[in-house]
């Protein structure tokens, strides 16, 4: 049997690339266990605002009531102190606390199971030697009896659980390799942007289904098309765009909203350009998810009415009162400050979950080391009714050339009443948007 170089040097690159790029994250010396643990984006499902790091405590909604994040910070009582490290691994790739007890889905170990060996004992010593004990108890969920109890868990488990580790494609590059690993694995990316089935299960865990990054809405949120789709996916971004969006959560004419942006915020703007260059050069290899999909095509005539001040298609005056200060008449936007309107994937998706909740809920965007103060949007639940923010959204989505279903008021209605857990903001105090439900 002949030993091939050619073939082993790029899995060889692979392997030295986590150290590598801890080194350089954010021109700080950082632990390979803290570069991933960021990748991984760990603190934002273990941490409540204002809370301590990783002591838990994060309140999610699931269809059958709120479960909360548990403390994994090193203290022996309340959090991970006692694990070892096979515990520990266990825990993170299949979803089974030291005790027996399995945890929910929730908790993404779906994907953390594409962590190699190398990595998961790297986070097992970051959390282990560098982040402090904190002593929070952890809090038991809401969920009423019988469907708390976890044993169905292991059921469903061995119907949708794939514990093996990321294997490398022969046929690709290091590179390319990289980025399918992180994508996969560390930064759970499918979590929110893959359809989920009955069972709550994600369709797809990696690129050989159609289904994967395929676009998938949690909460009143919808994650958006990932795949080379030309209409409402990535097929019109760039590498280089894609790169600038992670870094920074906005390009020339879209930016990160919802849950994203505090993905930008507390893991993608700390990865190294080597890492986030691997998940571009991943994602642009994945096809469409929509073969047929074509490119929007451009179109004068909303602009041109506006212009002429004729506000006679539904939803224009609204556009006119709320929106075109910011987005302009002709929906472009401007550059890095507020996206455009106008053939922007997140509105062209058949599912408007998303458009709705920001018009209801506000926005902010991201806040990194390059855009120190994030830009918000305000909400308009308090001024809008159900019909006008249909009327709006309608407009939006037909005007420019972007030929997307209309939004109906009932879809505006039951969105709203997701808001019956957030305050409803009074108009005269300063706007706080929520910015949608943690990432799970």
């Not at 269809?63 to 403390?71: E, K, L």
């Not at 959390?127 to 402090?132: A, D, I, K």
């Not at 994650?223 to 920074?248: I, Q």
């Not at 994945?286 to 006679?312: Q, Y």
């Amino acid at each position: 049997m002949k030993f091939r170089w050619n073939a082993v040097l790029p899995f060889i690159a692979l392997a030295l690339l986590p150290a590598a790029a801890a080194a350089a994250a954010d021109g700080q010396p950082v632990s390979t266990g803290q570069y991933l643990a960021t990748a991984g984006d760990c603190v934002a499902c273990h941490t409540t605002a204002g809370g301590r790091p990783f002591a838990g405590g994060l309140k999610m909604n699931t269809p059958v009531g709120a479960i909360y994040s548990t403390n994994i910070t090193p203290d022996k009582d309340t959090g991970i102190g006692d694990y070892r490290y096979e515990d520990f691994a266990k825990a993170v790739r299949e979803g089974v606390a030291k005790d027996g007890h399995h945890l929910y889905p929730a908790m993404p170990y779906t994907s953390f199971a594409k962590i190699n060996d190398e990595d998961m004992r790297a986070l097992y010593d970051f959390f282990m030697r560098q982040v402090p004990a904190v002593k929070q108890p952890n809090r038991d969920s809401d969920i009423p009896w019988p469907l708390n109890m976890r044993w169905p868990l292991a059921a469903w488990n061995w119907v949708f659980h794939d514990d093996d580790a990321f294997r490398p494609d022969k046929g690709q590059n290091a590179e390319w390799n990289r980025g399918a690993y992180l994508v996969q694995g560390l930064e759970h990316c499918g979590t929110c942007h893959t359809p989920r089935g009955l069972a709550f299960q994600e369709k797809a865990l990696d690129q050989s289904d159609d289904a994967y990054l395929s676009g998938g809405t949690l909460e009143g949120w919808h994650a958006p098309d990932l795949t080379g789709n030309a209409n409402d996916g990535l097929g019109r971004w760039s590498a280089d765009e894609l790169v600038m969006f992670l870094k920074t959560g906005r390009t020339d004419s879209s930016a990160a909203f919802g849950a994203m942006t505090d993905v930008v915020e507390h893991s993608t703007q700390h990865l190294s350009d080597a890492d986030l260059r691997a998940m571009a050069v991943y994602l642009k290899s994945i096809k469409s998810s929509d073969p047929h999909a074509a490119v929007p095509r451009e179109d004068d005539a909303t602009s041109a009415a506006l212009v002429k001040g004729d506000m006679g298609k539904p939803g224009a005056q609204e556009y006119m009162d709320n929106c075109a200060a910011c987005h302009r008449i002709d929906g472009k936007g401007y550059a890095k400050t507020f996206p455009a309107l106008a053939h922007n994937p997140a509105v062209l998706s058949d599912d408007p979950s998303s458009l709705v909740s920001i018009v209801l809920r506000g926005g902010k965007m991201a806040v990194t080391k390059d855009a120190v103060t994030g830009l918000t949007m305000p909400d308009f639940a308090w001024r809008l009714d159900d019909r006008q923010v249909a009327d709006l959204l309608s407009f939006v989505r037909s005007g420019w050339g972007n030929n997307a279903p209309p939004v109906s008021a009932k879809q505006v209605k039951e969105l709203r009443k997701q808001l019956s857990t957030v305050e409803r903001k009074d108009p005269n105090k300063a706007n706080e948007p929520n910015t949608g439900p943690p990432r799970q």
